[in-house]
């Protein structure tokens, strides 16, 4: 594993982390959950990241089973906030009440006195600027928050949020986008606007949805177990994986594996160690429903492409890269 700085903070972060999107309290059970948790620890992992909104905040719930009794100073957990995790009408959003009480809140179901770091998960156009930022102020007065990060910001809400983190003292260190080699849209504005601000990217969905993964074959069906098969009660992640689940895109894919395989690698861990070249990118997050993908997919880290990998990966996709900075978010 390599570890590396987050941005120009002093945090060390494993340049794989482990997410639990989708699949902890969600598409597997709780002993796979944990054996997955366990190989990602074997394999060097100690970046973490996970949600309150979550499996509707179970998967908070199975981490931190999962991390029971391992020495939390050895670890680097991370969770957000903005997402509904109830019925009320303050159960979201960024306001200092729902910050406040959801902080609390997933303190308690990931079973530790303080998180590493805490994201705002989204934008929130109805609360002002000042007032989030000012309750992420005091989280990280009173020990419960380490650093802050952002989640699918534009580079202009990044850069007044940056401002007003350096008025308040607040350390905002992270940048959480969704980035790969079908989703590009950080690269034109986002990735610039936190190197000016020191924030480091650590990008979700390397395996776009795991369309990358080389499994989903073109004009055939979906395979019995996949995540595009099963992702039921998972809307957002539906449409996700639903705009690459077109013919062009998956025999474009199928073209990528002799790449990968010139290389050396299999096709996730091309994907993954595509991201991983981008020098603002400081970690790549993968998600598992068994060890053994938590075991191949560690293998992306350290792995420096040749150019001229990047540039037959580049003509394979050619047309059907998104690349809008528009679609942030």
Request: with cysteine.
């Amino acid at each position: 594993m390599i570890y590396q700085k987050l941005g120009t903070s002093g945090l060390a972060i494993s340049q794989i982390a482990y997410g639990n999107w989708i699949t902890h309290g969600a598409q597997v059970d709780n002993e796979t959950a944990y054996a997955c948790v366990h190989a990602a620890l074997d394999a060097g992992i100690t970046t973490f990241d996970t949600a309150d909104a979550y499996s509707e905040t179970r998967a908070e719930t199975v981490l931190g089973q999962a991390l029971r009794g391992l020495r939390r100073e050895s670890l680097e957990l991370c969770t957000k906030v903005y997402h509904p995790t109830g019925t009320g009408h303050n159960d979201r959003g960024l306001s200092r009440k729902h910050i406040m009480e959801a902080c609390h809140a997933s303190l308690s179901r990931l079973q530790t006195d303080y998180v590493d770091v805490y994201y705002a998960h989204r934008f929130d156009s109805t609360v002002s600027l000042e007032e989030t930022f000012l309750a992420f102020s005091d989280l990280v007065r009173q020990g419960k928050v380490l650093y802050v990060g952002i989640s699918e910001w534009t580079a202009d809400q990044i850069t007044k949020g940056a401002a007003l983190a350096r008025e308040l003292k607040v350390p905002l260190v992270a940048s959480q986008p969704q980035y790969s080699m079908l989703w590009r849209v950080i690269e034109t504005e986002v990735v610039h606007a936190c190197e000016r601000e020191g924030i480091g990217q650590v990008v979700w969905s390397p395996l776009a949805q795991g369309i990358l993964s080389g499994k989903y074959a073109p004009d055939k069906p979906l395979p019995q177990g996949s995540r595009a098969s099963t992702s039921a009660g998972a809307p957002f992640f539906e449409r996700l994986a639903g705009q690459w689940l077109r013919s062009e895109v998956l025999q474009a894919v199928s073209k990528l594996s002799s790449i990968a395989s010139e290389a050396g690698l299999t096709l996730p861990q091309l994907a993954i160690a595509w991201v991983l070249q981008n020098p603002q990118v400081s970690a790549a997050i993968i998600g598992a429903s068994k060890p053994e993908q938590v075991q191949e997919n560690v293998k992306a880290a350290g792995v420096r492409l040749d150019p001229e990998v990047m540039r037959q990966i580049d003509t394979t996709l050619d047309g059907l890269i998104e690349r809008d900075p528009a679609k942030t978010g």
